[in-house]
């Protein structure tokens, strides 16, 4: 079973032709309320893409926590873990302009009170999913107690922070975008991919994938590193892209090579960028397969 900690947000988005400068205010078409928040997105990719997942996060006592359990409920997600706190949910106000870039603000809410205390017993959990939008504390000592019960852990580094040493030592793999991957790495480090890899590697994680969007995907492993191209699909929004890689790969990761994965993570998240929204635009199993067959 996959154990996926972390947010879980409502998204309120807006398309509007450019995107508002400091002080100004523009016009949009009519906005969208669907579920978010990476851990909850990583959570619904992995599902879709067969995997049995539990989902440990914290949610508010109004109708958007409500909203959200029964969201992850209806993906057949165990929600046992998912805690209920007096504060309001976590929501995301999302901005996206014609040419498909996005602004966004996070109210964090409920997601703050995440701590240690909320994982739960890790018998029959083989892989474990973070995130760094919830309390480092709580990341910590999951991470923690994951490694010390022999559990595969996956950091998804995002949204980018710099990161000692202690938490990536614990990380038996490690998935950043390249914006990601140059915040970890730090100014000293050049921007060449694979010198910045190499650095990553030599700090802890047993392996790395970074997404490249439309570029793919370059795989670092056992000293090896290798591209994964991306599909070519009509695009139509990426947000959650990123959020899909991650929950198909570690998806797949019992029964394929990390390459495979990689690859098959490829597929879905090409999926998701050929429709509107995060959790809604995620693929399920039947079309990841047969976009890797064609
Ligand atoms: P993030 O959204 O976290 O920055 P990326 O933009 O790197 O992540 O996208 C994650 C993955 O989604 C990529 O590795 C790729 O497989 C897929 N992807 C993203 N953009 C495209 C695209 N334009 N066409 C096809 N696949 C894409």
Not at 221 to 227: D, L, S
Not at 272 to 279: F, K, L, M, V
Request: charged share 15%.
């Amino acid at each position: 079973m996959i154990l996926v900690a972390g947010s879980v947000n409502i998204d309120f988005a807006v398309q509007v032709q450019a995107l508002p400068s400091p002080g100004e205010t523009v016009l949009g078409g009519p906005y969208r309320v669907s579920p978010g928040g990476k851990g909850a997105n990583q959570a619904v990719a992995s599902a879709r893409a067969g995997a049995r997942v539990c989902f440990v996060g914290c949610v508010g006592t109004d109708d958007h926590g409500q909203q959200l359990r029964q969201a992850l409920d209806a993906e057949g997600i165990d929600t046992a873990y998912l805690r209920s706190v007096a504060d309001q949910t976590g929501a995301a106000f999302v901005t996206v302009g014609a040419d498909g870039e996005n602004a966004i603000a996070v109210s964090s809410g409920a997601n703050r009170a995440l701590q240690a205390s909320d994982l739960p017993e890790l018998g029959g959990v083989t892989h474990l999913i973070l995130q760094l939008e919830s309390p480092r504390d709580a990341i910590c000592a999951f991470a923690q107690a994951a490694h010390r019960a022999g559990v595969h852990i996956t950091l998804n580094a995002a949204p980018a922070q710099a990161l000692d040493d202690g938490l990536l030592r614990l990380v038996d793999l490690l998935i950043v975008n390249a914006g990601e991957l140059e915040t970890l790495c730090g100014p000293q480090v050049g921007r060449d991919l694979e010198s910045q890899l190499k650095v990553m590697a030599g700090r802890g994680p047993h392996a790395i994938v970074v997404t490249l969007g439309a570029d793919g995907a370059a795989v670092w492993a056992n000293g090896q590193f290798h591209r994964t191209a991306a599909f070519n699909v009509p695009v139509v929004d990426t947000t959650g892209a990123g959020d899909t890689f991650v929950g198909v790969l570690v998806a797949s990761l019992p029964h394929m090579d990390l390459a495979s994965a990689a690859q098959r993570a490829s597929a879905a998240a090409a999926l998701t960028c050929t429709r509107s929204g995060a959790q809604i635009s995620m693929p399920h199993s039947p079309a990841i397969e047969q976009l890797l067959t064609t």
